[in-house]
């Protein structure tokens, strides 16, 4: 008996595995995000965007076509694609560090515009690839390489609620929602609602992903799971925020 | 490198389960999700050089698959068996 390896179909098995860290949460973001693909059959469509930190290491991901830009620039690049191409379906991928920080007004300027586009960001509490710094979504007391003491709120601010933001903005027709790694279906769901929204035309369509990051959490495997599910959900609630009225 | 290099199947009596050992990081995010915890490290080694992960033998794996979805690099594929009879 032949078993086959269990992988979205749209993955590029050619630069499998990928090249992010063990028990990195891209790979399972990735995972729902090709999952959703796969299941509205839309692989020769989509035009994918990835960002500088971590999520670019996606791109060679997946088989279809693929740019890669820096400090948020991936929302207006896709922006521009969709325009100039609106039979596309365009994907912004990015960090927490390139959606709230470097490049926070990108997204916050194309969720005030409504753009027809669909933006995926991963939440993992830190800035992966340089090291660890304290991200805009560092969990008030965390400690990271840049607030050894933990993040101290009076002096920082509060972490930034990214799907809340952008849920306040956006005009009806807009698909908003916050998932997690931990309940990979429900991402799934969540995703392919997003780029539905984006097929149907009514809005702007964004999904924040909880995510992982064994290597700079200094975590094993136990305490990972209980990071993203115990700690970071107690101020970063899953659910969805925003829903397109159903047309009659 | 072919994906489906050094793979093994473990046969249990719901289901197959499958490690591909080109993919397995050994990150043991699976292991902590099985519900009825019949994961384990394995003596093959994975892409990186660090264990893989096996069933236990006379596993209990009911075949649920919640491993499966929770690798975030598809090392494993559960297949269950057909009913009986
Ligand atoms: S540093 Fe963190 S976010 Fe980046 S690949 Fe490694 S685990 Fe993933
Ligand atoms: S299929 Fe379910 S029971 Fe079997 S090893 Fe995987 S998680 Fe455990
Ligand atoms: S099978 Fe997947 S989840 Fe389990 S240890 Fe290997 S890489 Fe990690």
New interface residues.
């Given amino acids: ?1 032949e ?5 979205p179909k749209c ?1 590029r ?1 050619e630069t ?3 090249k ?9 973001v990735l ?1 729902a995000l090709g999952l959703a693909i796969d299941e509205l059959q839309i692989q020769d469509r989509v035009v994918f965007g990835c960002d500088i930190g971590c999520s670019l290491l996606a791109y060679d991901f997946f088989n279809v076509d693929t740019m890669q830009t820096h400090h948020g620039r991936t929302t207006p690049v896709i922006t521009g694609i969709k325009r100039a191409r609106p039979d596309r379906i365009g994907i912004a991928y990015m960090g927490d560090g390139g959606g709230y920080a470097i490049g926070s007004q990108h997204l916050v300027n194309a969720a005030a515009r409504n753009e027809r586009i669909t933006a995926i960001l991963v939440n993992n509490t830190v800035y992966g690839m340089t090291g660890g710094q304290m991200a805009p979504t560092t969990l008030p007391g965390m400690k990271t390489e840049t607030s050894p003491y933990g993040r101290e709120i009076s002096q920082t601010g509060y972490p930034t609620q990214g799907p809340e933001m952008v849920a306040a903005i956006t005009r009806e027709g807009a698909y908003v929602a916050r998932g997690t790694v931990g309940k ?2 429900q991402l799934k769901n969540m995703i392919k609602k997003a780029l539905e929204t984006q097929i149907a035309g009514t809005g702007f369509s964004f999904v924040e992903a909880l995510s ?1 990051c ?1 290597t700079n959490w200094s975590t ?3 305490d ?2 209980s990071f993203l599910e115990d700690e970071m959900t107690k101020y970063f609630k899953v659910g969805e925020l925003k829903v397109p009225a159903k047309e009659e | 490198m072919d ?2 290099s050094n ?1 093994y ?1 473990i046969e249990g009596e719901k289901a ?1 389960f ?1 490690l ?1 050992p ?2 397995c ?5 699976c ?3 099985c519900p009825v915890k019949v994961i384990e490290w394995s003596d093959k080694l994975g ?2 050089g ?1 264990p893989a992960v096996q069933v236990k033998e006379d596993s209990k794996c009911t075949g649920c698959k919640i491993c ?3 690798c ?3 090392a ?4 269950p068996k057909r009913k009986a009879k």
Avoid: Q
């Fill in positions: 008996m078993f086959d390896i269990s992988m993955w098995r499998k595995g990928h992010f860290c063990p028990g990195c949460g891209h790979g399972l995972k990979l279906s992982t064994p094993n495997a136990k990972t799971w | 994906l489906k793979s199947t197959y499958t591909f080109t993919l990081k050994g990150c043991g995010l292991m902590e999700k892409v990186y660090t499966e979805l929770v975030p690099d598809c494993i594929t559960i297949t």
